[in-house]
């Protein structure tokens, strides 16, 4: 099995959200030592960890840092993205809960490296236990000197705000966020410009997922080659899978990146549920593509999944069991990006809204085989042609669906269709 | 003209809206505020937060309308909301949401008639590794059969009948 010498970023203590557990196991120790090296070497050590992006785009954070100009007449923001809402996705909401502390203290170390005085956390609106744990957290830290005014008694400030969403899957894609947190419907914006140039009220923003800036603090103390060496070449550490669905033991698995699909699925969360057997796996949240059984040795890391039409997304990895009819997991994707989609652009709104009618016409007994190329037509429609990630997050699991699965997919539209014609 | 806020939530909103750049980015925040003392955001709400941020009310409605969690109308006293994204789905969560159908008569979306129970279904409450799962009041539950709907609500009428003092005055008839 893979292991990693890495200090894990999971720790089993239940009471690590305290500041005093925290700081017993060496919490905050990053932090001081970051405040003391330049904000350059602190990037610096960040790009040698080949850390990338945990929420779903998979950006190398260091070189995101990089674009930051600090020498503006604007402030500089931090945005930590922690609306979680990639279904499969348990991740984020694990961390602010368990080892708020961790996020915090990532978001100091992030804070120093990039210039920022500010740092707003949007925190997913359903996730309102986890908000209140990382206020709690924020008031001990502030007390303890970590936070607020001349931190770590060094020439430094930085305030932390938690803004809570309201229930927008949207919101999630960074620049949606960036319009929610200025206080205005989350409709993402056109890049360019990209974030690092206008981004929240117009300035330079650095956006990163709660993951990615858990992984802050062990790169700095630990070193940025050990974490890098942990991973895969351009894609360093380890990562928390999410792991839901038809297995033995779903759960959260923090594992070293390439680690192969079949040994999470197998080995760690146990193999099939009892009486199934795994037909198919949604490898990084609805959004990515799925995979059939042929493909379960891919390593997971970005590269690869990318090079075989999927992606490694936010770590949530979804197994389809025997038992499962691909038509209700057609019905539910669709339904799903119908009900999310802003609206914007027009390719969007009116094709997810197509998709999922189709679907729920195949499901009723209403469709016919036709209806799978209405389908891949509409799909191929939407793709390439939004402003922002969604459409294609709403197109390409549809298309690999479709792909992979016309048979079964035609076989149980025939069986709604003759249920249809027996009542 | 809007209800006037009181001047301790006008002097909670001033507190909300310094921590930002600018005002109008308290928004979201605001509005969990207002529904949080008045159960829902109706068109008085959307008034109360344009005027306390000096914003046009139609910029509150567009953002109210955005989100799934601003109700427009009251809920019940208790909240009761199935995710039916797929890990859910996979793991039976039609099947819950046709338990509670039954057992309380009404439809995702609705609230009983007695204004105790309202019911929504959800997309992905992120607590899928407890599949099929739901939340109560915000408190989740997971996994989630339908013998374990009847405890929770068995549980909430028990809540709610002390509450009220029925029990009482149902040991006091016999």
């Given amino acids: 099995m893979t292991t990693t010498s890495l200090r894990p970023l999971m720790d089993a203590a239940e009471n690590l959200f305290r500041l005093d557990a925290y700081r017993r196991r060496g919490g905050y120790e990053s932090a001081r030592k970051a405040l003391k090296m330049a904000p350059s070497d602190v990037m610096a050590e960040v790009r040698k960890a080949e850390l990338r992006g945990r929420g779903g785009a998979g950006f190398p954070a260091g070189i995101k840092w990089g674009f930051i100009r600090r020498d503006g007449d604007k402030p500089v923001y931090l945005c930590v993205n922690a609306d979680e809402g990639e279904p499969g996705t348990f991740k984020d909401r694990w961390l602010m809960t368990h080892e708020p502390h961790l996020l915090l203290e990532g978001i100091i170390i992030t804070a120093h490296a990039v210039g920022a005085h500010s740092a707003f956390v949007y925190v997913r609106g359903e996730y309102e236990g986890a908000a209140r744990r990382l206020e709690e957290a924020i008031a001990e830290a502030r007390e303890a000197g970590f936070l607020g005014e001349k931190i770590f008694g060094k020439d430094f400030d930085l305030e932390v705000v938690i803004h809570r969403g309201a229930g927008a899957y949207i919101c999630g894609e960074e620049t949606a966020l960036l319009e929610s947190l200025e206080g205005k419907r989350g409709e993402p914006r056109l890049k360019p410009p990209f974030p690092s140039s206008i981004g929240l009220f117009g300035a330079p923003t650095v956006i990163n997922n709660v993951e990615t800036l858990c992984n802050v603090p062990r790169i700095i103390g630990e070193g940025g080659e050990a974490f890098a060496a942990a991973g895969r070449p351009g894609d360093g550490g380890t990562r928390l899978f999410g792991v839901s669905g038809a297995v033995r033991r779903p759960g959260l698995y923090e594992l070293p990146i390439g680690t192969p699909l079949r040994e999470l699925l197998y080995a760690h969360a146990g193999g099939p549920a009892e009486g199934t057997s795994i037909k198919a796996v949604i490898p990084g949240g609805l959004s990515a593509p799925i995979l059939r059984p042929d493909e379960f040795d891919l390593p997971l890391e970005c590269s690869v999944l990318a090079g075989a039409g999927t992606m490694i997304g936010s770590g949530a990895v979804i197994a389809v069991g025997s038992n499962t009819s691909m038509l209700e997991v057609l019905g539910v994707m669709t339904r799903f990006y119908d009900h999310e989609s802003c609206g914007q652009c027009t390719p969007c709104r009116i094709g997810t809204s197509w998709m999922h009618k189709t679907a729920a016409r195949l499901a009723s007994g209403d469709g016919e085989s036709r209806d799978f190329d209405e389908l891949v037509r509409v799909a191929v429609s939407i793709k390439g042609r939004t402003f922002c990630p969604f459409g294609d997050a709403a197109a390409l699991p549809v298309l690999a669906l479709v792909g992979k699965f016309r048979a079964e997919l035609e076989e149980r539209a025939s069986e709604a269709a003759a249920r249809k014609r027996s009542c | ?174």
């Avoid at chain 2, 980015?25 to 109360?48: K, M, N």
């Fill in chain 2, 1 to 174: 003209m809007s209800p006037v806020l009181s001047a301790e939530v006008r002097e909670e909103i001033r507190a909300i809206a310094s921590r930002y750049p600018r005002g109008e980015a308290a928004l979201l925040p605001v509005l969990h505020l207002l529904q949080r003392l008045s159960g829902a955001i109706t068109p008085v709400e959307e008034r109360q937060a344009a005027e306390a941020l000096g914003l046009d009310p139609i910029r509150v409605r567009e953002v109210v309308t955005f989100h799934t969690m601003f109700r427009t109308r009251r809920a019940g006293t208790h909240v009761i909301e199935v995710c039916i994204n797929l890990s859910c789905t996979m793991a039976g969560s039609e099947a819950l949401v046709a338990r509670l159908r039954e057992v309380l008569g009404i439809d995702p979306g609705e609230t009983t008639a007695d204004g105790k129970f309202t019911l929504v279904t959800a997309e992905c409450l992120g607590n899928c590794d407890r599949a099929p799962c739901l939340t109560v009041d915000g408190e989740d539950h997971g996994p989630v059969d339908a013998a374990a709907i009847d405890g929770v609500l068995a549980a909430l009428r028990r809540e709610e009948g002390l509450g009220e003092g029925t029990a009482s005055r149902e040991r006091g008839k016999s």
